[in-house]
């Protein structure tokens, strides 16, 4: 089965700085990759998907990259603010996309400060 | 944008008590809906996923007696939690893909806390 790390110890930044988030997978390579936001007590909040034949997405102030050989996609998010605080995760779906079968990973916890 | 509801939002009852959990989709119709449960500090964990007109597609280790999925519309989907125990306690939510999009984001509902006493 899929297995899925993000880094576990919340991640704090300055407001204005860029964060990287990090998720990493082993096993096959996803046909999809997609990063989530989770505020507590909430539902996941869909924010981008990334194909396994596209390198870089962008949307506004984030942007995903995914690298098959490293097994590895990488989430920023530019120009960061208080309100960008959150718990952001990844979620894979398997090749041929398992009838949208995500597994997800535990979360990276974001917290922005003034 | 596409937005899937989920009632209640929190429940709080006795142990043994049957708890339903109602997941509908408001302006999309959703053949496929998938039910998880994510405990605290932890990922969400897909349980089952629930098919408009048959019967749902349970995960491994997930009981289906104990956890009754029914997916009778195209917009509902309802999940029994069936003489619920202390251990049953966690976040419950649902997500739903519209109906022709494959290998589309899923859109998820706010969840459902439960608490057993």
């Known amino acids: 089965s899929q297995k899925i790390e993000q880094n576990s110890e919340a991640l704090n930044i300055q407001e204005g700085k860029t964060a990287t988030l990090t998720c990493n997978y082993t096993?096959?390579?996803?046909?999809?990759l997609q990063w989530y936001r989770q505020d507590p007590g909430r539902g996941p909040v869909f924010l981008l998907l990334?194909?396994?034949?596209?390198k870089e997405k962008r949307k506004e102030r984030l942007k995903v990259t995914f690298d098959t050989t490293l097994k590895q996609s990488l989430f920023h998010i530019t120009a960061s603010q208080p309100a960008d605080s959150a718990t952001y995760l990844c979620?894979?779906?398997?090749?041929?996309?398992?009838?949208?079968?995500?597994?997800f990973g535990t979360g990276t916890q974001l917290k922005v400060e003034l | 944008g596409a937005v899937v509801s989920q009632h209640p939002s929190w429940v709080i009852c006795k142990s043994g008590t049957s708890v339903k959990i109602e997941c509908r989709s408001l302006d999309f119709q959703a053949t496929t809906m998938f039910w998880y449960r994510q405990f605290p500090k932890q990922s969400l964990m897909l349980m089952a996923t629930?098919?408009?007109?048959?019967?749902?597609?349970?995960e491994q280790g997930v009981e289906k007696d104990k956890f009754l999925i029914n997916h009778a519309s195209l917009t509902l989907s309802t999940l029994t939690v069936t003489s619920a125990h202390p251990e049953d306690s966690s976040f419950y939510i649902c997500s739903a893909r519209e109906t022709g999009t494959s290998n589309q984001p899923q859109h998820f509902g706010d969840g459902t806390r439960l608490s057993i006493l």
């Open positions: 979620a894979l779906a398997p090749p041929g996309g398992g009838g949208n079968k995500l597994t």
């Open positions: 990334i194909r396994e034949n596209e």
């Open positions: 629930s098919n408009e007109g048959s019967k749902a597609t349970y």
């Open positions: 096993n096959y390579s996803p046909a999809y």
